[in-house]
């Protein structure tokens, strides 16, 4: 057990839906982070948040978005949902910004139908 | 090109054998990760690596920063490393981006 929880492990949806995925980190840790792991494009970063402050952006599309809140849990918020968007979504908790081991969770599967 | 490539893509070993998964890179790094994934589904961390080499059980990592080369060994292998391990790198510049590669699918067969 990482010690990161995300929630929901699976969810399935229709096109044009609106879905938010929660992460509540690892404690102690100030730094999360959200990955997309799609069968054909691998793990790709999306956004990472340190102590609420969004620190670096990836290839994160204008129908998402995130923030992290005080009590430091992050939420992932997925618009207008097309069938692309069908991955595992991984978030992921350090202490700080590029300071060591990465916790991760066990992911959430999102299937768009 | 991928700014990270790793070889070979798949793997199928004996249990007991000796394995290497050979990670490169295109692009100036502050740090290399090696990251394991079960087919369940589920990340961990196995290395965060900045230089030298790090041992953690059965399990060695090593990097050469000029050569822009990591490797992961894993020593008397067994059916429970069956797993994908996938290499990822800190762009230079203390960036907290990563960069992933493709992921090394390994099969160990007792």
């Given at each position: 057990?990482?010690g990161?929880?995300q929630?929901?492990?699976?969810?399935?949806?229709a096109?044009g839906q609106?879905?938010?995925?929660?992460?509540?980190?690892r404690?102690?840790d100030?730094?999360?982070?959200?990955?997309q792991?799609?069968?054909d494009q691998?793990?790709?970063?999306?956004?990472?948040?340190?102590n609420?402050?969004e620190?670096a952006?990836?290839?994160?599309?204008?129908?998402?978005?995130?923030?992290?809140?005080p009590?430091?849990?992050?939420?992932l918020?997925?618009s207008s949902?097309?069938?692309g968007d069908s991955a595992l979504?991984?978030?992921?908790s350090?202490?700080?910004p590029?300071?060591?081991e990465?916790?991760?969770?066990?992911g959430?599967?999102?299937?768009?139908? | 090109k991928?700014?990270?490539e790793?070889s070979?893509?798949?793997?199928?070993?004996q249990?007991g054998?000796?394995?290497t998964i050979n990670?490169s890179?295109?692009v100036g790094?502050?740090?290399?990760?090696?990251?394991?994934?079960?087919p369940?589904?589920?990340?961990?961390s196995l290395?965060?690596?900045s230089?030298?080499k790090k041992?953690?059980?059965?399990?060695?990592?090593?990097i050469?920063?000029?050569?822009?080369?990591?490797?992961?060994h894993?020593?008397a292998?067994?059916?429970?490393?069956?797993a994908v391990?996938?290499?990822?790198?800190h762009?230079?510049g203390?960036?907290e981006?990563?960069v992933?590669?493709?992921?090394?699918k390994?099969?160990?067969n007792?």
């Amino acid at each position: 057990d990482s010690g990161v929880t995300q929630t929901p492990k699976h969810l399935i949806t229709a096109t044009g839906q609106r879905v938010t995925l929660r992460c509540s980190p690892r404690s102690g840790d100030l730094s999360v982070y959200w990955y997309q792991q799609s069968l054909d494009q691998g793990l790709q970063f999306l956004i990472q948040y340190y102590n609420g402050e969004e620190r670096a952006k990836g290839n994160i599309l204008e129908r998402f978005s995130a923030q992290q809140f005080p009590d430091l849990h992050s939420e992932l918020n997925l618009s207008s949902l097309e069938l692309g968007d069908s991955a595992l979504y991984f978030c992921a908790s350090s202490v700080a910004p590029n300071t060591g081991e990465l916790f991760f969770g066990e992911g959430s599967r999102l299937t768009v139908l | 090109k991928n700014e990270v490539e790793q070889s070979p893509q798949n793997l199928t070993a004996q249990e007991g054998e000796f394995i290497t998964i050979n990670c490169s890179y295109s692009v100036g790094i502050s740090a290399l990760h090696w990251l394991q994934q079960h087919p369940g589904g589920g990340i961990v961390s196995l290395f965060m690596l900045s230089s030298g080499k790090k041992k953690h059980g059965r399990l060695i990592a090593t990097i050469n920063i000029q050569e822009k080369h990591s490797s992961l060994h894993i020593t008397a292998s067994h059916p429970r490393d069956s797993a994908v391990y996938i290499c990822a790198v800190h762009l230079q510049g203390g960036s907290e981006k990563l960069v992933f590669g493709k992921g090394t699918k390994l099969t160990v067969n007792p």
